[in-house]
């Protein structure tokens, strides 16, 4: 049959549903068409995240950082996820969805997926839960996650990139750049392929690409001198630092260290789902 004629149906373009949440000085907006990624976070009029489709502050899930060659196990089975920074895939795939808007308030939301999604499957049927929820006094905000499985057990992680602007002075400049100030117990050493070797190390100064052991839970300040200080915080043992880029830092708190998926599995299980949680905290420097 002759196709000249015919025309493709047009693709509805995706429309932004931007979750909004205020209170006092401060406004957050989640889009869950865009991997419910915290697209804005606004202090006082002044925007802390990069902003762009791949920034602001995405979830990793189901695993965090690089699964090596893409490749983990579970049991006698070997999985492979789609190669996406090569020779590895990275940072999970819930960033990639759109997730349903499950509930809302003026300073709350709740958000899901499920794994077994065909825009970004997994090999196990699951659910993945986001709650993003700004204090009443818009002084903190507290992100939690929960991984679910409805059969079989399996290992995940999960955890958060946020991008924190490096500097919060007009346009990008003119400001002193942001300082960062934690103390792990140990640094991952970190191989040529950007996969820990499975050493630990005393942590060495920056700048970073790296993850860090903290085992009394991840305390991390961000500091613009005269401007704002914001603790990052999680009962999570983990944290990836990154600050090789000049608009932005990474502080990622995580379940587990990069490739935890095959060196340090952590199964989710009918009666043990994976949960995970930060907040972070801020004060006015000015």
């Known amino acids: 049959m002759s196709t000249e004629n015919r025309t493709e149906p047009a693709r509805k373009p995706r429309v932004a549903r931007t979750v909004r949440l205020a209170a006092g000085d401060t406004e957050v907006a989640v889009r869950p068409d865009n991997g419910c ?31 090596e060659n893409g490749r983990f196990r579970n049991g006698g089975e070997t999985h492979q996820m789609p190669v996406n920074s090569p020779p590895h895939a990275i940072h999970g795939n819930g960033r990639n969805l759109s997730w349903r808007t499950a509930r ?7 958000f899901t997926y499920d794994l077994d999604d065909p825009a970004a499957p997994w090999p196990y049927p699951g659910k993945v839960t986001q ?18 499985t409805y059969g079989d057990s399996f290992p995940a ?31 991952e050493e970190r191989g040529p392929d950007h996969l820990p070797t499975g050493q630990r190390v005393d942590p060495r100064p920056g700048p970073w690409d790296d993850c860090f052991g903290m085992p009394q839970g991840v305390a991390v300040t961000l500091t613009w001198p005269g401007r704002l200080e914001l603790k990052v915080t999680s ?17 990622e708190p995580q379940s587990g260290p990069p490739n935890g998926l095959n060196t ?12 995970i949680s930060t907040t972070w905290t801020w004060r006015s420097l000015a």
């Not at 976070?41 to 990793?60: S, V």
Request: glycine share 14%.
């Open 157 to 187: 992680q999960a955890g958060w990139h946020p991008w924190f602007l490096r500097d919060l002075g007009d346009g990008g400049e003119g400001g002193e750049g942001v300082r960062i100030d934690f103390d792990p117990e140990w640094q």
């Open 37 to 67: 990624r915290i697209e804005s976070l606004r202090i006082g009029g002044t925007e802390l995240l990069r902003q762009g489709d791949k920034y602001g502050c995405f979830p990793m899930v189901p695993w965090c950082g690089r699964i």
């Open 104 to 110: 809302t308030t003026g300073t709350t939301g709740a």
């Open 264 to 275: 340090l599995p952590r199964l989710v299980t009918p009666i043990d789902p994976l949960e």
């Open 235 to 251: 009962r999570a043992e983990w944290v990836v630092v990154y600050d090789e880029q000049e608009a932005a830092v990474c502080v």
């Open 131 to 148: 709650l993003v929820e700004l204090a009443e006094d818009g002084g903190s905000l507290t992100l939690s996650m929960g991984v679910e």
